[in-house]
């Protein structure tokens, strides 16, 4: 049988079980009038008309609050919702970007996006991200009159651009690991910021070494903007999970929401920690 007709039937194998075209083109990670587009396809085929449409909108509906880092704000979160929103006028999501590890009950958030490791134990966890590595960069200018870091301790020599993190109070402390050999050090810094965004651009401008989510550097990196340090001792660590109370239901918007943000693909192989 051809791809196509397995997938026509798969489609329609998802409406059937979850009774319901909305919560099945979450499931399948497709818009709802692609998935309607799909039954009608396999109907018209088989000439006979296998579900029965209500004029009853299943639409969900509703406001939905997450506390969130920035990084998983602008690489996870917005994707999905430009995707999602379009199709779901109803449904209306707040975005708090927070660098502390907030307290979703107390402050009356309806879900938090953190790493995997961060999330308590009570807490539904749900991934939505692949696992991460940092890297550790400055731009060419830096190292022209510098030799780069060779081990982690070597920053002590070094300008480096720091983290401030809200849950400890202090600078965050980079994290590097090897051959089963955990170092973290605290660098020395002319500059410090509350967010990402600002130390990358502080890296760009040749004032220091930046510790920040290899992701966000990927580019620089292969264009020779930014120089790369450390890459073997910067092991990967659980990705960005979305969060929510284990003893609170979810409303239909969020359902819908985890399910266009669950993560899908392979899991790399390695571990580490971040606390962001």
């Known amino acids: 049988m051809q791809r196509e007709p397995l997938a026509d039937l798969a489609a329609f194998v998802a409406v059937a079980r979850e009774r ?18 799909t ?8 000439g006979l008309r296998l579900l029965a449409r209500t004029t009853r909108s299943e639409k969900p509906a509703g406001s939905i609050r997450i506390t969130t880092a920035e990084h998983a704000a602008e690489t996870i979160l917005m994707p999905a919702l430009e995707r999602l929103l379009p199709e779901y006028p ?3 999501v707040e975005i708090t970007v927070d660098y502390g590890l907030t307290d979703v009950v107390a402050e009356r958030y309806d879900a938090g996006v953190r790493l995997g490791e961060q999330v ?27 030799r780069p870091p060779r081990v982690p301790q070597d920053l002590a020599t ?28 605290r660098v020395d810094r002319q500059l410090a910021f509350n967010g990402l965004p600002m130390s990358l651009r502080a890296a760009r401008a040749g004032l220091g070494i930046a510790f920040v989510p290899e992701d966000m550097v990927r580019a620089d990196i292969e264009t020779g903007r930014l120089v790369r340090v450390l890459a073997d001792w910067c092991a990967s660590f659980s990705g960005y999970h979305l969060y929510y109370p284990s003893r609170r239901q979810p409303t239909p918007a969020l359902v819908l929401l985890v399910e266009a943000l669950r993560y899908r693909g392979s899991r790399p192989k390695g571990s580490g920690r971040l606390v962001s």
């Open 20 to 37: 319901s075209f909305t919560r099945a083109a979450a499931k399948l990670g497709i818009t709802q009038s692609s998935l309607s587009h």
């Open 39 to 46: 039954i009608r396809r396999l109907e018209s085929r088989l």
């Open 90 to 92: 109803d449904v209306k």
């Open 120 to 146: 308590a134990k009570d807490m539904v966890a749900v991934r939505i991200g692949p696992d991460m590595r940092m890297a550790a960069v400055a731009a060419p200018s830096y190292f022209a009159e510098r």
């Open 158 to 185: 070094h300008r480096c651009i720091n983290l401030r993190l809200p849950t400890s109070g202090g600078l965050y402390a980079w994290e590097f690991e090897k051959g089963g050999h955990e170092v973290k050090v």
